[in-house]
């Protein structure tokens, strides 16, 4: 599987949330424990994990983040990997809290036995994990109230957004791409409860034989299905556009491709279950309700 970076980072699907402090081990699906004390030394392994901090002004306590972590831009971007750690990297910035999104190359461990804390959040499910997740960073941090007031503004941003859709007089479908060689997401990933929000049919939900959340789709289904709505977040890693997807062999037959409803969107913003997460949704409405009124 040809798949990159951002793409990648929304599969590490998982349903706990880890957190490690001093060498011992809880685990929530909810509300962990808070730190022992407000850390100051935060390194961050997970871009969506660099987003929340920074939304929830915990920036000033960030001291580096992945090589993945490009937003905000004054986050303090190093070499360091969140796909492969590397322990001794980390633990040169003298952390107080490590946050991932995987507890990859056992981590965990490694951290615990630094009594270095460890926050693992793994790629949300839904929107309810997301604000979950960033109310965890808020008790983590000392910025509860922040983090509140953020999952506030994003709840009512997407329910004004959500609003603004009338029922469609027949199920829209769309068709989300990860990278070129269709790996897509299926309801069951935060990226598909945005579309049911709009009242979408998501075609990857009926893939045959698909037993994961981000199956691998085929160009013959794909062209079968028909989507109403094309939505590229592989504009970036994979070059991908209108054009490119219209000179695809029997593409051309399909309702999204001839009616110009091919929509390009930022990688790293379709691929991160974090604040941008409005972002994206936003301009998904803003494409479901011109096909609503073409109808």
Known sequence: MR????????????ALVVLVACGTTSVSSTQPSPSPKEPHRIV??????????????????VVAVDDQSNFPANAPMTKLSGF???????????????????DTGGIV????????????QPAAANLEVSYSQINQLGEATNHVAEAQALVKKMRAEIAAAVAQIAKPSRPLKVYHELDDTYYSATSKTFIGQVYQLLGLQNIADGAT????????LSSEYIVSSNPDL??????????QNASTVGARPGWSHIA?????EVVGVDDDIASRW????????????????QLEQAA
């Open 84 to 102: 492969t750690p590397n322990v001794e990297a980390i633990v040169a910035y003298h952390p107080d809290l490590v946050v991932a999104s995987d």
């Open 274 to 289: 974090g604040p941008r997460v409005v972002d994206f949704l936003i301009t998904v409405t803003a494409h479901v309700a």
């Open 209 to 216: 034989g698909a037993t994961s959340d981000y199956p691998q």
């Open 256 to 260: 999204a491709v001839r009616t110009g």
């Open 109 to 120: 461990h490694a951290m615990g036995l630094l009594s270095i804390p460890t926050l693992i």
């Open 230 to 239: 094309i939505i590229l977040a592989d504009t970036n890693c994979c070059h």
């Open 44 to 61: 961050s392994l997970s871009p969506t994990a660099t987003e929340m901090l920074f939304a929830i002004d915990a920036g000033p306590q």
């Open 3 to 14: 798949m990159h970076l951002s793409a990648a980072s929304a599969k590490l699907a998982a």
